[in-house]
């Protein structure tokens, strides 16, 4: 008799194993019934936001489901990140995220939960930047030259804006103080859009801004640029020169990438993966970025996961080269 219980307790075990199995194939299958969260962690209007909403669009057109941006503030984007890695991983909650989010903040913020190496399953990598340095067209420098010039003149006298500590601009700012060896004051705002804002206003004499966000200040002539972070010129902006030009070797730009929760499923992931790749050969998309600055991304959700820890390393040196001390 108790070999038989036993027998009966496994069969339904297992059969119950089945169910669960059948059921999740089931709802990887359906996926998606229902709209999806693209969390964004700076405000609208910059670089991260405007790929994000690009993306979404298209990413909605070709799931058959809303996928709508929510922007979530907050220690340079790391709120957002906390709030999509505590997610369920059913691919309904994902984040548009930089080396921002995933390889700079986790290394400057004491009280940090996220570790974008565990945390996360990539899904899509969407895109690249190059930062552009701009200034308003009442500041007296107009070369990579003169603003060094100027620093040096007066140590510590001319502000920088960034959208927030950590953030892409801010390091980028670093390593070019750093390698040019002069001393400027780091303003940080809650997002990139509110520091473009102030500088075109006057508010701050210059900073280093996502090109993409941008573009349309300097086409328009609201803003100076001096010169863009990539190691070649932009292809958008050709008489733009190159940081590189002046500083030998200098190079930053920022990439953009979606991710989901860790642990979501593989069928899930390349249901996602198949849409973002089908956004970022989309013609219209590919002008959009274009227009902005930008170059098309494209990977698997293995290689963005690879791309991500590399950049851990890479940036990490950077904060430590360049002396930046952890905040609370």
């Known amino acids: 008799m108790q070999a038989k219980g ?19 194939r089931a709802q990887d ?41 929510e922007n979530r503030t907050g220690a340079s984007g790391l709120i957002a990140a906390e709030d999509v890695a505590k997610s369920p991983p059913d691919g309904y909650t994902l984040m548009m995220g930089s080396q921002t989010v995933f390889a700079v903040a986790p290394r400057l913020y004491r009280k940090v939960t996220v570790d974008a190496a565990k945390d996360f399953s990539g899904v899509a990598l969407s895109g690249a930047s190059p930062l552009v340095l701009v200034v308003n067209p009442s500041f007296a420098a107009h070369s990579v030259k003169d603003v060094i010039a100027m620093a040096k003149a007066d140590p510590g006298k001319i502000n920088f804006g960034t959208g927030g500590t950590g953030t892409t601009p801010h390091m980028t700012a670093e390593l070019f103080q750093y390698t040019a060896g002069i001393k400027m004051v780091h303003v940080a705002y809650r997002g990139e859009a509110p520091a473009i ?65 860790a642990g979501t499923p593989l069928a899930i992931l390349a249901k996602l993966n198949a849409s973002a790749r089908q956004a970022l050969v989309d013609d219209d998309t590919k002008k959009r970025f274009a227009d902005l600055g930008m170059t098309n991304g494209g990977s698997s959700p293995e290689e963005l996961d690879a791309y991500i820890k590399s950049e851990m390393v890479k940036w990490s040196k950077v904060i430590a080269d360049a002396n930046i001390q952890p905040m609370d």
Do not use: C
């Open 29 to 69: 299958a359906a996926y998606p019934n229902r709209p999806i969260k693209m969390l964004v962690g700076f405000g609208a209007g910059g670089g991260t936001d405007i790929v994000a909403r690009i993306m979404a669009q298209k990413m909605s057109e070709s799931l058959g489901q809303s996928v709508v941006v």
């Open 6 to 24: 036993l027998l009966r307790a496994g069969f339904g075990i297992a059969l119950a194993l089945s169910f669960t199995q059948n059921f999740a």
């Open 197 to 261: 804002n102030d500088l075109i206003a006057g508010q701050i004499p210059l900073m280093f801004a996502n090109l993409s966000a941008v573009m349309g200040h300097i086409k328009g002539g609201t803003l100076r640029a001096i010169a863009v972070t990539g190691a070649q010129r932009s292809p958008s902006a050709p008489d733009i020169p190159t940081v590189a030009e002046t500083i030998a070797g200098f190079a930053a730009e920022t990439w953009f990438g979606i991710v989901a929760p």
